[in-house]
């Protein structure tokens, strides 16, 4: 009964995490939008479902399917603001996204130029 309960979770994070990347793709192709506003639109949209409560479930059902693109970044500013309200305040709108976010931001960074350190990237012409 467990194993079929962890096939489970991969089907449904590889559905919902392929819907959510299919959806982006068509925004890309049928609309102007610049990848860069669609980011933040995903970032946006990950947080709007935190704050109304509605994203622990759905990341309970699709797993790394809604954690890992952008609506899971959001989901994590998200509840950075509301612990760094509930601990500072006012103040804590503008501390507490830094401080969730802080990690996965440096270690893209990190990683992102380590990779551009061994790979060699050409600049465009």
Request: hydrophobic share 50%.
């Amino acid at each position: 009964m467990e194993r079929e309960y962890v096939e489970m979770e991969y089907v449904n994070a590889f559905w919902v995490g392929g819907l959510i990347c299919a959806l982006v793709q068509i925004l890309m192709e049928k609309t102007k939008m610049m990848p860069g506003r669609i980011m933040v639109l995903l970032v946006v949209t990950g947080a709007c479902i935190s704050f109304l409560g509605w994203f622990e479930p759905f990341q309970e059902f699709a797993g790394a399917g809604a954690s890992v693109p952008l609506l899971g970044f959001g989901n994590i500013l998200m509840k950075g603001v509301k612990e760094a309200v509930d601990q500072q305040g006012f103040l804590g709108l503008f501390s507490g996204g830094f401080k969730a976010g802080a990690v996965g931001t440096c270690a893209a960074l990190v990683f992102g130029y380590l990779a551009s350190l061994v790979f060699g990237p050409k600049m465009k012409r």
